[in-house]
């Protein structure tokens, strides 16, 4: 497993890249044994930055990737706090994702659809003022402005394995092709801290 430790605004010195280092390869070992790289960030959070954030990343395999955070005044705290996070993933979906990893070994190409991926700037704040001169100028605005554009993968999957994958990565929505029928599905987390499915094809 590839590992990269760096800091914001804080100097990781190599005790705490030994004990990160040999912790999330005793995870990786305990629990998958697949993981291809780790990136474990530590930055300073809070009023007066006096806590120390830790974020893990770990991609295990094939787009799948496994996201924790820790906050706390101690590094290595932050750091056990977020670890420990990512062991309650790793053991809860342990079965499924050694069985998501053999398929998506054995998945061709051709069924994994490309689409892509923008990130749109929010428009800027106006006051009221001059909202109402826009309106009464006609000045409609245009389309938002694509502040990155990447390629994204759209995977065939059943909804457990979609669910999972949005649980460990920590996003807030996933898009996918169903396994049962083929037609587009989305997975989202909603704000009550549960899991909506929409499929179109439901109906």
């Known amino acids: 497993m590839e590992l990269t430790v760096h800091g914001k605004q804080i100097d990781v010195g190599d005790s705490l890249r030994g ?3 040999g ?3 005793d995870l990786n070992q305990k629990y998958f044994n697949h993981a291809t790289f780790a990136t474990v960030t530590f930055s300073r959070e809070g009023h007066g930055h006096l806590k120390t954030k830790a974020h893990i990343s770990i991609q295990l395999g094939k787009n799948i990737m496994v996201v924790a955070d820790g906050v706390e005044n101690d590094p290595y705290v932050s750091f056990e706090i977020a670890a420990t996070k990512v062991g309650k993933q790793l053991r809860r979906y342990k079965k499924k994702l050694r069985d998501h990893h053999e398929r998506m070994e054995q998945t061709p190409e051709s069924e994994i659809s490309k689409a892509r991926d923008y990130v749109l700037a929010l428009e ?6 001059a909202a109402e001169q826009d309106d009464a100028q006609g000045n409609a605005s245009g389309d938002p402005v694509v502040v990155a554009e990447m390629t994204t993968d759209i995977e065939t ?8 994958r949005l649980d460990l990565s920590g996003e807030s929505a996933l898009l996918f092709r169903n396994a049962s029928h083929g037609h587009l599905n989305l997975v989202r987390r909603r704000p009550d801290g549960n899991i909506g499915w929409i499929d179109p094809e439901g109906e």
């Open 19 to 21: 004990h990160v280092a």
């Open 157 to 164: 999957m059943s909804v457990s394995e979609a669910v999972m």
């Open 23 to 25: 912790k999330l390869e």
């Open 124 to 129: 800027p704040e106006q006051d009221e003022k």
